[in-house]
T-cell receptor, first 116, second 112 residues
Framework: NAGVMQNPRHLVRRRGQEARLRCSPMKGHSHVYWYRQLPEEGLKFMVYLQKENIIDESGMPKERFSAEFPKEGPSILRIQQVVRGDSAAYFC??????????????FGSGTQLSVL | QKEVEQNSGPLSVPEGAIASLNCTYSDRGSQSFFWYRQYSGKSPELIMFIYSNGDKEDGRFTAQLNKASQYVSLLIRDSQPSDSATYLCAVKEGGSQGNLIFGKGTKLSVKP
């Protein structure tokens, strides 16, 4: 049973370009969460999605960032006009249902974004 | 602002000793608490979760929760060099759609 799959593992972009990060949740999971981690920092929540719906985007920057989780295909985190401050590890996590007492998050390997 | 606080460390313990990792949280409505282990350059890996006051044991790991004090801890018995990693405390926000709020992590170093 494959885990959470993220690609690419490493992504290099120049300032002003677009970055697209992909996440396929574990089989049977329909809830996806995106987190960002800066060096020596904890994981910062960005957005929570279910299929075709954004449930909570309170952690997303207001500009340049967007996320989707279409009916078919992976979840996409899109960063337009990247700046150096966007350089970070971006982790995707999935769960089979809303986080409750017994639901847990399982993380993918992350995408390391480097902006030159 | 809901917060999860951890000492950043590094916490250094000798091999075979007990490592004690602590975490406090601000949201009294929090219901579930998680410990993740993260090796350098790798993704977080769930090692324990707890939602009832008291202790929960799993092998060499014991999670302890005190909701009145808003405090959760992780004990690692018989620490091994392979336990050297950053340990992230995570708290599920109160409410049906709450997500996980993470602390910055405590770096643990187990010396042979």
């Amino acid at each position: 049973n494959a885990g959470v799959m993220q690609n690419p593992r490493h992504l290099v972009r120049r300032r002003g370009q677009e970055a697209r990060l992909r996440c396929s949740p574990m089989k049977g999971h329909s809830h996806v969460y995106w987190y960002r981690q800066l060096p020596e920092e904890g994981l910062k929540f960005m957005v929570y999605l279910q299929k075709e719906n954004i449930i909570d985007e309170s952690g997303m920057p207001k500009e340049r960032f967007s996320a989707e989780f279409p009916k078919e295909g992976p979840s996409i985190l899109r960063i337009q006009q990247v700046v150096r401050g966007d350089s970070a590890a971006y982790f995707c996590a999935s769960s089979p249902a809303q986080l409750g007492f017994n639901e847990k998050l399982f993380f993918g390997s992350g995408t390391q974004l480097s902006v030159l | 602002q809901k917060e999860v606080e951890q000492n950043s460390g590094p916490l250094s313990v000798p091999e075979g000793a007990i490592a004690s990792l602590n975490c406090t949280y601000s949201d009294r409505g929090s219901q579930s608490f998680f410990w993740y282990r993260q090796y350098s350059g790798k993704s977080p890996e769930l090692i324990m979760f707890i939602y009832s006051n008291g202790d929960k044991e799993d092998g060499r790991f014991t999670a302890q929760l005190n909701k009145a004090s808003q405090y959760v801890s992780l004990l690692i018995r018989d620490s091994q060099p392979s336990d050297s990693a950053t340990y992230l405390c995570a708290v599920k926000e109160g409410g049906s759609q709450g997500n996980l709020i993470f602390g910055k992590g405590t770096k643990l170093s187990v010396k042979p």
